[in-house]
Nanobody
Framework: VQLQASGGGLVQPGGSLRLSCTAS????????VAWFRQASGEERELVAR???????TYADSVLGRFTISRDNPKNTVYLQMNNLEPEDTAVYYC??????WGQGTLVTVSS
């Protein structure tokens, strides 16, 4: 039973990335899935969450720029990040069911 986060990288301001959170050993569609991020020297913060019925919620700082979605056949949740800003630079983590964490994936927004 594990979560695998991927898709991070280096992108210029204004660019886009799509993060993936793929589950193995269990069916992700039955759980609320959340993306968190942690910038260097900062506390981990909630970025977006999607309920088991696919209702999304977002932090104010990413509203209108990030989109969380599910692909149930692929047992995956995505975080589409558009119009990225340097302030979005952080390690991004996915979480399922409020308890299971994936490893982080680093997003760096820099010119």
């Amino acid at each position: 039973v594990q979560l695998q986060a991927s898709g991070g990288g280096l992108v210029q301001p204004g660019g886009s990335l799509r993060l993936s959170c793929t589950a193995s050993g269990f069916t992700l569609r039955y759980y609320t899935v959340a993306w968190f991020r942690q910038a260097s020297g900062e506390e981990r913060e909630l970025v977006a969450r999607i309920s088991s019925s696919s209702i999304p919620t977002y932090a104010d700082s990413v509203l209108g720029r990030f989109t969380i979605s599910r692909d149930n056949p692929k047992n995956t949740v995505y975080l589409q990040m558009n119009n990225l800003e340097p302030e979005d630079t952080a390690v991004y983590y996915c979480q399922a069911g409020g308890r299971l964490w994936g490893q982080g994936t680093l997003v760096t927004v820099s010119s």
